[in-house]
């Protein structure tokens, strides 16, 4: 379950008076969600998501959020584009709590055997325009998910997480400080892509977007797509996928040549947030901790091994 503010129809019906979307029908509350609060609501004018943003997401960064996705959808990037209120204004509140509303995007989530090297390209291709989009965005939010965080969690574990505290301070000193920058998606997994009829109808959760390299961020997509099952690279689908970036924006040769540092940064990253996650469990917790084995496996082959 993850709908931790319960809300009855009445006090939905009553926060939509606040927009243009019609009369309210009815309200049901999403399970799938992780961070936030989500109700697929209907009007006679259509279906919406309602999100209250709970606890994860530091409010003075959501103008950042939804300017950034607004920015997106008006570039041509299917993402969810806030719905203004009838003051301008893209955040309601409930009891103190932010809330947004957007259009309901129709899609599925992605399965395993969806991931096949055509696919690759396509998300290739959907990344690199997200990218070109982004340089004209005129917000910039420094990156909370950074180098910085990575050493506290790591050293908050402790001896467990010694290895990679060594391998982290290589990668400290290795690290590029000049490269081609924009705002990144930061967390383009499966879980945040909508497929339809086989293609990539939308992205969502740009909760941690922020101002880095774009390479970075390839980097994170690489290896959230193009490894099998078992943890290791698969060569078709990552060459498809970073031919159909590149068909959209080409890396520099400093890009390429800081590409293994990067992918080394890309999997501490989330290492270690999951093994902070999995050291830290609060027990009344409604979310299972992710396992780190996946991202020591992906750190190993990168740190033996180069895309480019």
């Known amino acids: 379950m993850a709908v931790y503010t ?10 939509l008076t606040g927009y243009n979307i019609g009369s309210f029908i009815s309200a049901t509350g999403i399970l799938q969600g992780i961070d936030n609060t989500n109700y697929k609501v209907s009007t006679d004018e259509g279906a919406f998501i309602l999100t209250i943003f709970e606890s994860r997401i530091a409010p003075d960064d959501l103008p950042f959020f939804l300017s950034f996705m607004d920015h997106l959808y008006k570039n041509g990037i299917r993402c969810p584009a806030p719905v203004l209120r009838k ?87 290795a690290w590029p400080t000049s490269l081609p920058h924009g705002v990144i998606h930061a967390d383009f997994f499966p879980d945040n892509v909508f497929i339809l009829d086989g293609h990539i109808h939308a992205i969502i ?27 290791t690279l698969c060569a078709e689908k990552s060459q ?7 068909s959209v924006r080409p890396l520099t040769q400093e890009e390429k040549d800081s590409f293994q540092i990067l992918c080394q940064g890309a999997c501490l990253r989330f290492l270690s947030s999951r093994l902070y996650d999995l050291t830290f469990l609060d027990p009344k917790a409604l979310v299972t901790p992710k ?18």
């Open 240 to 246: 498809s996928f970073l031919d159909g970036y590149q």
């Open 87 to 173: 003051d301008s204004s893209a955040l309601s509140f409930f009891d103190d709590k932010p809330a947004a509303l957007f259009p309901f995007l129709d899609g599925h989530g992605v399965d395993y055997s969806d991931i096949i090297p055509v696919f690759c390209f396509e998300l290739g291709v959907v990344l690199g325009n997200m990218h070109k989009a982004s340089q004209s965005f005129p917000l910039s939010r420094i990156n909370s998910m950074g180098i910085e965080a990575w050493d506290y969690r790591l050293r908050k574990v402790g001896e467990s997480a010694k290895e990679f505290i060594d391998i982290l301070e290589q990668i400290k000193c």
């Open 291 to 308: 396992d780190p084995t996946e991202y020591i496996k992906k750190l190993e082959f990168h740190c033996a091994n180069k895309i480019f």
């Open 6 to 15: 319960h809300l009855s129809d009445h006090e939905i019906s009553d926060l």
């Open 205 to 231: 959760d740009f909760y941690f977007s922020a101002t880095d390299f774009l390479a970075y961020d390839l980097a994170i997509a690489l290896n959230a797509w193009c490894f099998s099952s078992d943890h």
